[in-house]
């Protein structure tokens, strides 16, 4: 069982993940610490919920306002697709910063928060990948899965996540064309139903 890390040992592992990945120049987003509140949205599906509640405490604590969409540890099952959505819209509108959801993988809640139009989101398992979908791909919900990664690594990769900025550049090209295949791909009648 890990110890809880201290604010000055998270910034060190930030700036440690985001210079290797973005290299010396680049520097982390400060995130709610420059003092403007940032919206986030979270919700778990009941196996997730746990993970969730110790996310959202941190977030709170660091200054960010967080929008809960569901469920609370004990809660009886709550489907991840529904969870996914009520997470992903906000920020796909514009009405979040960010997103968060979890499941037990986060495999299905990356799935279904991709469905929704202007949500990238990430399913992220190490700080690597979180630091990488945030400068490549300008992930904008992080996907987590509560029985895949321990309470104190999940808040180290929500930190890295939220600190890391979009490189911009020919990624910023690349995302363009994430969101001409959305375009073009978008609601379709399927004749099913």
Request: hydrophobic share 40%; charged share 20%.
């Amino acid at each position: 069982m890990s110890l809880p890390l201290s604010d000055a040992e998270l910034d060190a592992i930030v700036a440690d993940v985001v210079s290797r990945t973005l290299g010396p120049r680049r520097r982390a987003d400060s995130g709610a610490a420059s003092g403007s509140s940032k919206r986030v949205t979270i919700g778990a599906d009941h196996r997730g919920a746990e993970l969730k509640a110790a996310l959202t405490e941190h977030l709170q604590r660091h200054g960010y306002q967080v929008v809960d969409c569901g469920a609370v540890p004990g809660a009886a099952a709550a489907d991840y697709p529904d969870i996914a959505e009520a997470v992903a819209v906000p920020v796909a509108r514009g009405e979040a910063w960010r997103g968060i959801v979890i499941d037990a993988a986060g495999i299905g809640s990356s799935i279904a928060a991709n469905k929704v139009s202007g949500a990238r989101a990430a399913l992220c398992y190490n700080l690597a990948t979180a630091a990488n979908s945030r400068e490549h791909n300008d992930a904008n919900v992080l996907v987590l899965g509560s029985e895949m990664t321990e309470i104190s690594l999940a808040v180290q990769i929500l930190e890295v996540w939220l600190r890391t900025p979009f490189a911009g550049g020919r990624h910023a090209r690349r995302v363009e064309k994430i969101s001409a295949i959305e375009k073009r791909n978008g609601p379709q009648q399927t004749g099913h139903g």
